[in-house]
């Protein structure tokens, strides 16, 4: 049987709301047809109250897969039948496949963050620094840690929820973890090789910039963020102008979109064709 035989009639989609312009549909309908896969990706507005009815639906259908955007990422979880050890430990879903014919919910968001993060170099035995507490933050914490780590340090102001996922990456990884309390200007530490942004700061507004000290930006760092629109941001260029290395949140987009498809289909997408249809959908 060929490769394009095995893959006839593939159904995938989103459930999000508002599920308007997102740009994971692009990337992912690109790769189908780069592939010459018979795929579809459809995006579906599912409102607060409609997973039970979403999920059921796309197993009545035979699709091979979902995505889940906000604010589906826990919510499905109780429609699942298993969830992949690092969504377990991140206690979030983003993908959802089909696996024996069962649903069982995936956490790409920090791998492709992880995958990203290698282009520059690899987080084993470094000291991650991650701004913010919320669901990107999450996932890139506990994949940083997962991939070998040597500790992570969780900086928000919100004290309940830094401590918190403080916890889940040393309770669920066996890498140690803090917390420092974002009540002030944040100096980065010299012991820290990697920092993210994983706040919504710069999400839609080029000049908005985290609230950190830029003499302690080294040049030594790599400096992530995982706003997409604008990729650009303050904050990497202010990493930029310190010399630092830089990755733009559309590494990360892509890479969870593209685990995504590997999960779906069992072939290994072309990420540079998914990122050109990003940056298209985004306007970049």
């Given at each position: 049987?060929?490769a394009?035989?095995r893959?006839?009639?593939?159904?995938t989609g989103?459930?999000?709301t508002?599920?308007?312009?997102?740009?994971?549909?692009?990337?992912?309908?690109?790769a189908?047809?780069?592939h010459?896969?018979?795929?579809?990706?459809?995006?579906?507005?599912?409102t607060a109250g409609?997973?039970?009815?979403a999920?059921?639906g796309?197993?009545?259908?035979?699709w091979?897969g979902f995505?889940c955007s906000l604010?589906?990422?826990?919510?499905v979880?109780?429609?699942?039948?298993?969830?992949?050890?690092?969504?377990?430990?991140?206690g979030?879903v983003?993908?959802v496949v089909?696996?024996?014919g069962?649903?069982?919910?995936?956490?790409?968001?920090?791998?492709?963050?992880v995958?990203s993060?290698?282009?520059e170099?690899?987080?084993?035995?470094?000291e991650?620094?991650?701004?913010g507490?919320g669901?990107?933050?999450r996932?890139?914490?506990v994949?940083?840690a997962?991939?070998?780590?040597?500790?992570?340090?969780?900086?928000?102001r919100?004290?309940?929820?830094?401590?918190?996922l403080a916890?889940?990456?040393?309770a669920?990884?066996?890498?140690?973890?803090?917390?420092?309390?974002?009540d002030?200007?944040?100096a980065v530490p010299g012991?820290?090789?990697?920092?993210?942004?994983?706040?919504?700061?710069?999400?839609g507004?080029g000049?908005?910039?985290v609230?950190i000290?830029?003499d302690?930006?080294?040049?030594?760092?790599?400096?992530?963020?995982v706003?997409?629109?604008?990729?650009?941001t303050?904050?990497?260029?202010?990493?930029?102008?310190r010399?630092?290395?830089?990755?733009?949140?559309?590494?990360?987009?892509v890479?969870q979109?593209?685990l995504?498809?590997?999960?779906w289909?069992?072939?290994?997408?072309?990420r540079?064709?998914?990122r050109?249809?990003?940056?298209?959908?985004?306007?970049?």
């Amino acid at each position: 049987m060929s490769a394009q035989a095995r893959f006839v009639g593939i159904h995938t989609g989103s459930f999000s709301t508002p599920a308007a312009g997102n740009p994971t549909v692009v990337m992912v309908e690109a790769a189908y047809r780069h592939h010459g896969l018979d795929a579809r990706y459809l995006n579906c507005e599912v409102t607060a109250g409609g997973p039970p009815d979403a999920v059921a639906g796309a197993r009545a259908m035979g699709w091979a897969g979902f995505n889940c955007s906000l604010p589906h990422k826990v919510a499905v979880i109780d429609h699942l039948v298993a969830l992949a050890a690092s969504a377990q430990v991140i206690g979030a879903v983003n993908t959802v496949v089909a696996t024996d014919g069962e649903l069982v919910g995936h956490n790409t968001d920090g791998q492709g963050f992880v995958e990203s993060l290698r282009t520059e170099l690899d987080p084993a035995g470094l000291e991650v620094v991650v701004l913010g507490a919320g669901g990107a933050a999450r996932a890139v914490a506990v994949e940083t840690a997962l991939a070998g780590a040597a500790s992570v340090i969780v900086v928000n102001r919100d004290v309940r929820r830094s401590e918190e996922l403080a916890r889940v990456v040393t309770a669920g990884t066996g890498v140690p973890a803090a917390y420092v309390p974002w009540d002030r200007t944040y100096a980065v530490p010299g012991s820290a090789g990697v920092v993210v942004n994983a706040t919504s700061v710069g999400f839609g507004d080029g000049e908005a910039l985290v609230d950190i000290d830029p003499d302690s930006v080294r040049a030594d760092l790599v400096v992530a963020d995982v706003v997409v629109s604008p990729p650009h941001t303050a904050f990497l260029r202010l990493a930029r102008a310190r010399g630092a290395r830089t990755l733009d949140g559309l590494g990360m987009l892509v890479g969870q979109g593209a685990l995504a498809v590997q999960h779906w289909t069992g072939l290994e997408p072309d990420r540079k064709v998914m990122r050109a249809a990003a940056a298209r959908a985004l306007g970049l």
